[in-house]
């Protein structure tokens, strides 16, 4: 069965109310970032692989942000204008929700539940809620699953409510459940806030159901990390290198030498061919592909990037939107910056600086240069200290090079320009008027020698 079949009549709320005031930020929690993304945008992203009729979003402290930073999604907001509990949290949007439908509750501060443990959630409530636990080393400070000594689900206590007995079971309820919309909205009506904080908890809603007689089921993940959530940053950096060490082991799986699982960092998605090498402390944000054989050295950032097969990315380069072809050669500290484009065997090499230009097959830029607006024709050699100067104060202007041109060190190309095929510019030049194909251009004060100069002298003391 598909997962459009099976999960036509889904609901999803997910529960972004909170304060988060254990982060000492001003930022709304669910608006931190885990991996590149918020962790209210995971929730959401898992939430949508299940195919929900619809997606709601309870937001209170800081709503205006949350909203704001969701607004180009298909999402239903709702408030929640006091924080009464999760119980209330949920009733808030729960009129919204379509009748005959399954809600699936979800946090979002819990990022890393895995839409395959929800589907099994999902699958067991079309009758009856099903509630979702994990068995912890260290349970403080969630709520325990209490069973009777058949083993069947009796309620859920809060850690403040527990009593000693209690607070030493082990597993632990992680808050998620699913239900009939019809059932959650009827058991909702029926919970109270006679607890130590006063607040109505969704949990009660299995207890309550229990007693009328209506059967709980429990599914328990074995996967701790699914119901991990984040109050303070220590809980994010937990999560964050958690989930990295998950993606550093993913990539070693499919055959990519990872140098340290601890030290690598993947903000958005990343795709590799075979026999790929990564570094130490390589940053990769939004989409990148890396071909087959390409080398990543240690300290880069990678962002929106792709390289094609056999290149080398040599240490600490900054390589922001370019598209790099086959064995290239680039760095080290070298910056590519948005539009740079590189052919097959193209070299860009230590402190050069590229902005919207793009190098021919075979074409070099090995030190210190800058090159903004530029097009490089095929073979051709840009010599070190060059720089382009395309911005005059107000608009941007393009410099072309032909194929086999060569610009000898320490020179300034002043765009508009073009230095057609086979050009070859001195070196120390500043070049103002175009080069014709095979001409050189000098464009610099002649020498001037004097003989009989006396090198000054300090004063004696």
């Not at 972004?16 to 590149?36: E, N, Q």
């Not at 946090?107 to 099994?120: M, Q, W, Y």
């Not at 082990?170 to 006679?194: F, I, K, R, Y």
């Not at 499919?254 to 030290?263: F, I, L, S, T, Y």
Request: glycine share 10%; proline share 4%; charged share 20%.
């Amino acid at each position: 069965m598909t997962l459009t079949t099976l999960h036509k009549d889904l609901e999803v709320i997910i529960l972004a109310a909170g304060r988060g005031t254990r982060m000492r930020s001003a930022i709304p929690k669910v608006l931190h970032t885990l991996a590149g993304r918020h962790l209210l945008q995971h929730v959401i992203d898992t939430a949508q692989q299940l195919n929900p009729t619809q997606v709601h979003v309870v937001v209170g402290h800081g709503a205006d942000a949350v909203q704001e930073a969701l607004a180009d999604q298909e999402l239903h907001f709702h408030q929640q204008t006091e924080q009464l509990g999760t119980g209330h949290a949920v009733g808030c949007a729960l009129s919204g929700c379509k009748p005959h439908t399954v809600v699936l509750v979800l946090f979002g501060d819990v990022p890393l539940i895995a839409a395959s443990t929800l589907e099994t959630l999902i699958a067991g409530a079309q009758q009856h809620p099903i509630m979702l636990a994990a068995r912890l080393d260290n349970p403080e400070g969630y709520g325990r699953v209490v069973r009777d000594e058949q083993g069947h689900f009796l309620s859920v206590v809060e850690q403040a409510d527990a009593s000693d007995t209690q607070k030493s079971i082990s597993e632990v309820n992680t808050g998620v459940l699913a239900a009939p919309v019809e059932q959650l909205s009827e058991l909702l009506n029926l919970v109270g806030n006679d607890n130590a904080q006063g607040e109505y908890y969704l949990p009660d809603v299995l207890s309550l159901a229990q007693q009328q007689g209506t059967d709980v089921a429990v599914a328990v993940t074995d996967d701790p990390l699914e119901m991990y959530g984040v109050n303070d940053r220590q809980q994010l950096q937990i999560l964050e290198r958690a989930l990295q060490c998950r993606r550093a082991d993913a990539l070693m799986t499919a055959g990519v030498a990872v140098a340290d699982r601890q030290r690598i960092d993947i903000r958005g998605d990343l795709v590799c061919g075979t026999d790929v090498e990564i570094d130490i402390n390589v940053i990769f944000e939004g989409l990148v592909r890396l071909g087959d054989g390409v080398k990543v050295g240690a300290h880069c950032v990678l962002k929106n990037v792709v390289v094609g097969p056999g290149t080398e990315i040599q240490p600490f380069c900054h390589i922001d939107g370019a598209a790099i072809g086959a064995d290239c050669r680039i760095g080290p500290y070298a910056r590519l910056r948005p539009g740079s484009v590189l052919a097959e065997t193209a070299r860009v090499g230590n402190f050069v600086e590229t902005k919207n230009t793009s190098l021919g097959v075979g074409s070099k830029a090995n030190h210190l240069a800058y090159l903004g607006d530029t097009h490089v024709g095929a073979q051709s050699n840009i010599g070190a200290g060059t720089i382009t100067c395309n911005y005059d104060g107000v608009n941007k202007h393009p410099t072309t090079l032909g194929d086999s041109v060569f610009v000898g060190s320490n020179s300034t190309l002043v765009a508009p320009l073009t230095l057609s095929d086979g050009a070859f510019v001195a070196a120390g030049s500043v070049i103002t008027d175009d080069v014709p194909s095979e001409t050189l251009a000098v464009g610099r004060a002649r020498q001037g020698n004097i003989t009989g100069w006396q090198r000054p002298k300090g004063k004696k003391d």
